[in-house]
C-alpha cells in the first residue's frame, strides 16, 4: 500500500513569491490534515479534511494561507505571499476517518523563503 | 491555552543504556499518542494509551499513561543505534476533540 505522497520534495523561493504543496493521502482515508513544522518543533495543525470539507482551519493563516479538497481526494496548500517566516517543513497527513487513531504522515515538504 | 510539554528536550545515552521521556498535559485527555520522527523523516504513529493508568509494551519500549490521564511515559531499555529519532506526544485539542497537539519532541542521539 503507497503511503501519502507528497511534492515537492523541497522548494526554494524568494519572499513575496507564491508557492504551492500537493498531498495525495493514502487511498481510502477521508480525512486528511496539513500541518506546518519548524525546526525542533512539533507538528503544528494548520487544517483539517473530512472529505471535501474543512472541519477545523482555525489555524490557518488566512490571509496568505488557502487549502482545498477537491473530491475530498488530493489536496493543496498555497501561501501568496511568501513570508521569510513561512520557512519550514509542511507536512501532510491521513487518516481513515475522523476519531481514528493513527496519522499516516508524508514525507513533507521544506520550503526555504530567501 | 492548551500545552503538552515534554521533558527532557534532548537526551545523549551510550548504546545499551536506558532512555525515558515524559510528557505533561496541562488539561486531561482522553488518549494520548507517541510519534517517532528520525533525522530527515516524518512522525510515524507508535501508539496511542486511552485508560487511565494504561501500560502498554512493544519490545524494548514500554509506554505508560498516568493515573490522572495528565502525563506519560515512554521507557526503551537497552538503547540501540536504531532508536535514534526525536520522540514526540500528543494529546487531544481541549483533552477530547479531533485535533491533536503536539509536545516539541525530545530528540535521542544514541553513541555507539
Known amino acids: 500500500e503507497a503511503g501519502v505522497v507528497q511534492s515537492p520534495r523541497y522548494k526554494i523561493i524568494e519572499k513575496k513569491q507564491p508557492v504551492a504543496f500537493w498531498c495525495n493521502p493514502i487511498?481510502?482515508?477521508?480525512?486528511l490534515y496539513w500541518y506546518l513544522q519548524n525546526l525542533g518543533q512539533g507538528p503544528e495543525l494548520l487544517i483539517r479534511y473530512e472529505n471535501e470539507e474543512a472541519v477545523d482551519d482555525s489555524q490557518l493563516p488566512k490571509d496568505r494561507f488557502s487549502a482545498e479538497r477537491l473530491k475530498g481526494v488530493d489536496s493543496t496548500l498555497k501561501i501568496q505571499p511568501a513570508e521569510l517566516g513561512d520557512s519550514a517543513v509542511y507536512l501532510c497527513a491521513s487518516s481513515l476517518f475522523q476519531g481514528s487513531n493513527e496519522q499516516f504522515f508524508g514525507p513533507g515538504t521544506r520550503l526555504t523563503v530567501l | 491555552g492548551q500545552q503538552v510539554m515534554q521533558i527532557p528536550q534532548y537526551q545523549h545515552v551510550q548504546e545499551g543504556e536506558d532512555f525515558t521521556t515524559y510528557c505533561n498535559s496541562s488539561t486531561t485527555l482522553s488518549n494520548i499518542q507517541w510519534y517517532k520522527q528520525r533525522p530527515g523523516g516524518h512522525p510515524v504513529f507508535l501508539i496511542q494509551l486511552v485508560k487511565s493508568g494504561e501500560v502498554k509494551k512493544q519490545k524494548r519500549l514500554t509506554f505508560q499513561f498516568g493515573e490522572a490521564k495528565k502525563n506519560s511515559s515512554l521507557h526503551i531499555t537497552a538503547t540501540q543505534t536504531t532508536d535514534v529519532g526525536t520522540y514526540f506526544c500528543a494529546g487531544p485539542y481541549q483533552g477530547g476533540s479531533e485535533k491533536l497537539v503536539f509536545g516539541k519532541g525530545t530528540k535521542l542521539t544514541v553513541n555507539p
Open positions: 487511498s481510502g482515508h477521508n480525512t
